[in-house]
C-alpha cells in the first residue's frame, strides 16, 4: 500500500513537472530571453557581492610610519590587513589587534624562520579555525609567500579562492571547510607543489 503512494505521488509529481515544463514551452520563451535574464541577474549578484563585500581591489596602503624587519613582513601586512578590509563582522574580535607593523603579533598568524633565509622571520600560518569571521579572501593573500598552513575552518568566508593561491608554492596544509564559498572547484588548489593536507 504505501508503495503504491509512494508511486502514485511519484507519478503526481512527474505529472506535474511535465505539465509546467509543457506550460513554459508553450510560452516560446525564446532561448536569448532566458539567457539575458539570467545575464541580468547574475550582474545583479556580483553588484551585491560588491557592495556586501567591498571591491576586488582594496589594495590595503602601508603608512609610511611602519618600520618592517624585512620586505616579506611588508607583503604580510599588505595581506592581512587586504583581508581585513573586506570583513564585514568578525564577532570573536580575531583581528581586532591586527593593527600595526608587528604582523607576527596579530592573533591567528603564526611566524617561524623562512626555510630559504633562516636569518629572517616570515609569517609562515594562518590559523582563523572558528572564528566566525564575514568576509572574503583577497586576491592580496597571494602575498603571502611563506605560509605553509592556512586553516579558515568555521567560518563566514564567501566568494571564490583567489587564482593568486597559486603563489603559496610552500602552503602544506589548506583547510577552507564550513564556509560559504560558492563557484565552481578551486582548481588552483590542485596546482600547488607542497599541498598535503587539503579540506574544502
Ligand atoms: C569584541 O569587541 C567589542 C568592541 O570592543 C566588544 O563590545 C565585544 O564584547 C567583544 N567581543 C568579544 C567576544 O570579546
Ligand atoms: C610582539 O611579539 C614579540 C615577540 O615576537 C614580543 O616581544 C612583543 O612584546 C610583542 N608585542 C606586543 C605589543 O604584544
Not at 530571453?33 to 547574475?42: D, G, M, N, P
Not at 583581508?83 to 608587528?102: A, E, H, Q, R, Y
Amino acid at each position: 500500500m504505501k508503495e503504491k503512494i509512494h508511486i502514485l505521488l511519484s507519478f503526481t509529481f512527474l505529472t506535474l513537472f511535465c505539465l509546467s515544463t509543457s506550460t513554459t514551452q508553450q510560452f516560446h520563451i525564446p532561448n536569448n530571453a532566458v539567457l539575458a535574464q539570467a545575464s541580468h541577474i547574475k550582474q545583479r549578484q556580483l553588484l551585491y557581492y560588491k557592495d556586501k563585500f567591498g571591491s576586488r581591489n582594496e589594495l590595503a596602503s602601508v603608512p609610511h610610519s611602519l618600520v618592517f624587519d624585512n620586505p616579506r613582513l611588508k607583503n604580510a601586512y599588505i595581506a592581512l590587513h587586504a583581508w581585513k578590509l573586506t570583513i564585514i563582522s568578525d564577532p570573536l574580535n580575531f583581528t581586532s589587534n591586527w593593527v600595526g607593523s608587528n604582523v607576527c603579533n596579530y592573533t591567528g598568524v603564526f611566524c617561524s624562520n623562512a626555510l630559504d633565509d633562516p636569518s629572517i622571520q616570515t609569517v609562515a600560518g594562518i590559523d582563523l579555525n572558528h572564528a566566525n569571521i564575514a568576509g572574503y579572501l583577497p586576491d592580496e593573500l597571494g602575498l603571502l609567500s611563506d605560509i605553509a598552513l592556512f586553516h579558515i575552518n568555521s567560518n563566514r568566508f564567501c566568494g571564490t579562492v583567489p587564482t593568486s593561491f597559486k603563489k603559496l608554492k610552500l602552503l602544506f596544509e589548506l583547510d577552507l571547510s564550513n564556509n560559504c564559498f560558492a563557484g565552481r572547484f578551486p582548481y588552483v588548489v590542485l596546482g600547488l607543489p607542497s599541498l598535503k593536507y587539503r579540506d574544502l
